[in-house]
């Protein structure tokens, strides 16, 4: 029996899982756009907080805990490099003297913030495509995809494959990495990165010719897929157009402004608050009556 | 005109000075080939690894050349369309395709799904779905797997899902490449004899490429032998052994083989008719001593894995479930050990716990000396691009020393053959762990054989005599009947995550239908179980007879 990745999708009853592909995309797409673009770190916490409450309340509580897990080592590993790397910032907490490539090393208090945005914004996006993989069934994005990408099996298996695929594939390479003997060059995060994109590429060919071979390209023609509505779709619409109304506001406008050089200072405006309280609580959405 | 006789017009399969080289290749996959089958017959596919025959079965699919690119000459066939002008898509009504690994093959959720999607491609009423979902899943045996998500599926039952798919839209022709190479010897034997019957019922022709030809002989109307990408041998069963003996032995079934040492004609196609065969040729009821077979004398060595009333559960996804159920088990240094059962039977899981991937929830298992552990996919022990980058030092060279492996530290491992690869995997597994005596007190592996020819099958075997020799205990997990007569001295069958049968290799495979050799199966001799074996008994009974 095999071992399920954590962020596999399975099939529950969930709101995220029943509800139709589109409503879903434009409410989880609201926290991924706000995650990729804003430089608010309240709002970048309350998005991270608020998507994973979204996963917890769709059972994806595994995918979750995996997500925040992979982002905060990411985000710890930006914080690190970033310190390292730059050494722009007036407030020096340690000079570590000169280092090879790096030359002359000052770790700065602006440089350990301006890590710790980008890694909010590496955690909050890593939790957000964790929540997508495990709740969104790749069946409905295939179909979706069928749509616009007719004769493309490949960009089909691409869009609605690639991280399954590269999920499972983790799953079993790090399995073998635990296998390996004392002696064996370990797997690093490098390493492991690498092989999971080839092997993933090439599973991911693989799995585009059977869909080739299935039946995918047939002469371009259109496939109607029968569209099944959920008593939830309401609810995605609503919350997740008013939150990527919020997202777009503040991808155009920014809420509050946070500068990391030459000295940190964060002027906090109305509209900051009250986007981290709206993506904190447009988390809770997706939890139901009557949930165990 | 029925719409299965109207989509097989002509032959079901025409190949015409076929010749192919994948991109960037020095040599040609497929060399002048020509050949043509008929709409309902059924074809067994022969040759080595890299014989061609995987290509043979692309092209007629329609993925060589849409796919795979690279340089065509000739023409291919299906029914009325060229396989080279119409790609996998416009073909995909009129031939299915089953490749090696089912994982690549099952793109959507649910079974139920995977059944319906070409259906949908091709426009069908979602009644008529319906019932050619329900109608290919009965005939698979599959209705229970229906509303499975296939994550939760074993090898088997995703090699049976990925033919129901194929079968799914009543293609007039079916390529199968070694679709039996994940199942259990039950399985295996149910699919070929399903093959067949839906071949005899619904007229469709199948090809099927197997290296275990000793399952799937008896079914086939005709045998066509591939040889370095060209057609080495193209006739009936019978005459293919007859071909066999002579120019490749390592395509002979056991039975041919058995025959053959002893001398004794015609060959035989199957248990069944090798019986018939000696029933008339032979005189079975001279006298035959009651057991020949080897019984080995219990092993003294330290005993280096000891379950005790071990019980795991995992959870697919849908709930927990027993996978092992109470297995008491002991394997001491220097043992031999095939770990068979059906498929789901608990043979991956035992020895991931054994090596501490997976939690018991009661009992305990221990390796004191140690455990390397090589899981199905030896590739995805090889994370970088130089063979010396994976292994390196004195530690890493007596790695590669133990299992026998001799290539450059320049070589990119996805470059070295499959045998090669599985080798530089297990000397992964045990860098670093053959302190002491030399190799850890037990080495795991976990169908092993899967795709590999019988040339590559007998250097496993003298790979892990090998590592026996050095000390170690080996405990491979495998559906491979004949492997496990060639490299056991002890056979542990588990059936519903519990052993149902522990004993030495003669005594469990001798004297069953499906855990059995095919010696055993044609002799029905309690221990008899080699190819050998069954020369020594055949010819010195010969000898009486005439």
């Not at chain 1, 494959?161 to 370990?186: F, M, Q, S």
């Not at chain 2, 219990?298 to 996804?317: H, I, N």
């Not at chain 2, 169908?447 to 007998?458: A, H, I, N, Q, V």
């Amino acid at each position: 029996m095999k071992k399920l990745s954590p962020i596999a999708y399975v099939p529950r009853r969930e709101t995220v899982q029943t509800a139709s592909l589109a409503p879903v995309a434009l409410y989880l797409g609201a926290y991924l756009l706000v995650c990729f673009f804003s430089s608010d770190p309240l709002v970048l916490i309350a998005a991270t907080v608020g998507a994973a409450v979204a996963g917890y309340g769709s059972g994806a509580g595994r995918a979750v805990n995996f997500s925040l897990k992979l982002g905060a080592f990411l985000a710890l590993t930006m914080i690190v490099v970033n310190a390292l790397v730059t050494s722009r910032g007036a407030t020096v907490l340690a000079r570590l003297g000169d280092w090879p490539l790096l030359g002359q090393v000052d770790v700065t208090a602006e440089a350990i913030a301006a890590g710790g945005v980008i890694g909010l914004r590496v955690m909050g996006t890593m939790v957000v495509i964790g929540v997508w993989s495990a709740c969104v069934d790749p069946d409905r994005i295939l179909q979706a995809v069928h749509g616009v990408a007719r004769r493309s099996a490949l960009t089909a298996t691409l869009i609605s494959r690639l991280v399954p695929l590269a999920a499972t594939d983790y799953a079993r390479i790090g399995e073998a990495a635990a296998l390996r003997g004392p002696a064996a060059a370990p797997v690093g995060r490098g390493a492991m990165a690498h092989r999971l994109l080839a092997g993933s590429l090439d599973r991911a060919v693989d799995v585009a010719a059977t869909l080739e071979l299935r039946g995918y390209g047939k002469s371009g023609e259109s496939v109607r897929f029968k569209r099944i509505p959920s008593r939830y779709d309401r609810r995605f619409w609503i919350a997740g157009g008013i939150l990527m109304a919020i997202a777009l506001a503040e991808l155009l406008y920014g809420s509050g402004r946070f500068d990391s050089y030459p000295e940190i200072s964060y002027s906090v405006r109305v509209e900051g608050p009250l986007a981290a309280v709206a993506f904190l609580a447009g988390g809770a959405i997706t939890w139901r009556k009557g949930r165990r | 005109m029925s719409p299965l006789a109207e989509r097989a017009v002509g032959l079901a399969l025409e190949l015409d000075r076929l010749s192919y080289r994948y991109a960037g290749a020095e040599s040609l996959a497929l060399e002048e080939v020509s050949l043509t089958i008929e709409p309902g017959e059924f074809i067994v596919l022969a040759g080595g690894s890299g014989s061609g025959k995987t290509s043979l079965l692309r092209a007629g699919c329609g993925l060589i050349p849409h796919f795979h690119g690279g340089e065509i000459s000739g023409s291919a066939r299906v029914g009325d369309r060229s396989t080279t002008e119409n790609g996998p898509g416009d073909l995909a009504d009129v031939v299915g395709y089953v490749a090696q690994d089912p994982e690549t093959q099952i793109v959507s959720t649910t079974v139920a799904a995977e059944l319906d999607l070409p259906l949908r491609f091709r426009g069908d009423h979602p009644a008529q779905r319906a019932r050619a979902v329900e109608e290919v899943a009965l005939a698979l045996g599959i209705p229970h797997l229906l509303s499975r998500t296939v994550t939760t599926l074993s090898g088997g039952e995703l090699q049976r899902v990925a033919l129901a798919v194929a079968l799914v839209t009543r293609p007039p022709l079916i390529l199968l490449d070694e679709p039996t190479s994940q199942l259990d010897p039950v399985s295996g034997d149910e699919l070929i004899w399903l093959l067949r019957r839906l071949n005899e019922e619904w007229g469709v022709a199948v090809v099927l490429a197997e290296h275990r030809l000793e399952r799937c002989l008896a079914a086939a109307d005709r045998v066509i032998a591939m040889d370095s990408g060209r057609i080495g041998f193209d006739g009936s069963p019978r005459d293919f052994l007859g071909w066999a003996i002579e120019a490749k032995p390592e395509l002979a079934t056991p039975s041919a083989l058995m025959f053959s040492g002893a001398g004794i004609e015609p060959l035989p196609v199957g248990v069944r008719d090798a019986r018939h065969i000696l029933r008339k040729s032979v005189d079975r009821s001279a006298s035959i001593h009651p057991s020949i077979g080897r019984v080995n004398e219990p092993t003294s060595g330290k005993v280096v894995l000891a379950a005790r009333r071990l019980w795991v559960e995992l959870d697919p996804g849908e709930g927990s479930v027993d996978v092992l159920r109470g297995i008491d088990l002991e394997v001491r240094a220097g043992e031999k050990v095939a770990l068979m059962g059906r498929n789901g039977a608990g043979k991956s899981t035992m020895l991931r716990t054994a090596a501490g991937l997976v939690e018991p929830v009661s009992g305990s298992v221990a390796t004191p000396e140690g455990i390397a552990l090589l899981t199905q996919n030896p590739g995805d022990f090889l994370v970088r691009d130089r063979v010396g980058d994976e292994l390196s030092g004195p530690a890493g060279e007596a790695a590669l020393e133990a299992v026998g492996l001799d290539v450059s530290a320049e070589r990119d491992p996805r470059d070295l053959s499959g045998g090669e690869r599985q080798r530089l995997a297990l000397a992964i597994a045990l860098a670093g762990r053959m302190e002491g005596d030399g190799v850890p007190g037990i080495i795991c592996l976990d169908e092993p054989t899967r795709g590999m020819d019988r040339g590559l099958k007998s250097h496993l075997t003298e790979l892990a005599d090998r590592l026996a020799d050095q000390g170690a205990a080996v405990l491979i997990s495998t559906h491979d009947v004949e492997f496990a007569v060639s490299f056991a001295d002890r056979v542990v069958l588990l059936g519903d995550g519990e052993t149902i049968a522990d004993a030495d290799m003669p005594t469990v495979l001798s004297g069953g239908w499906y855990f059995a050799s095919e010696a055993a199966r044609v002799l029905d001799r309690p221990g008899l179980v080699s190819i050998d074996q069954g020369i020594d008994l055949l010819a010195g009974h010969g000898e009486e007879g005439h």
